[in-house]
Nanobody
Framework: QVHFVESGGGLVQAGGSLRLSCAVS????????FGWFRQAPGSQRELVAT???????TYPNSVKGRFTISRDNAKNTVYLQMNSLKPEDTAVYYC????????WGQGTQVTVSA
């Protein structure tokens, strides 16, 4: 069973930045791809960034150019740098394995005020 512990969320004004962290308990961390997901109230969970074991990244158009996913294999940690935040980015953010979803962590709340 893989465990995820997300942190770094908070309340920020529109245009601001946050950096999220996700500590992952997985012995084969460096061999896996990871993703950041978010879920806003009343909406389905959506994938907002992925990073492969080779560092290759993907983003949907809604966050491209504003969000950056990265990883530290030595720390078993995945990061999400979020810049130019918008009120529509307000959601609970989670990390997981996009190709083999495991039990979700508690997530971290991001609230962007107008």
């Amino acid at each position: 069973q893989v465990h995820f512990v997300e942190s770094g969320g908070g309340l920020v004004q529109a245009g601001g930045s946050l950096r999220l962290s996700c500590a992952v308990s997985l012995s084969t961390f460096r061999l896996n791809a990871f993703g950041w997901f978010r879920q806003a109230p009343g909406s389905q969970r959506e994938l907002v960034a992925t990073i492969g074991p080779d560092g290759a990244t993907t983003y949907p158009n809604s966050v491209k150019g504003r969000f950056t996913i990265s990883r530290d294999n030595a720390k078993n940690t995945v990061y999400l740098q979020m810049n130019s935040l918008k009120p529509e980015d307000t959601a609970v953010y989670y990390c997981n394995l996009p190709l083999a979803l495991n039990r979700w962590g508690q997530g971290t709340q991001v609230t962007v005020s107008a």
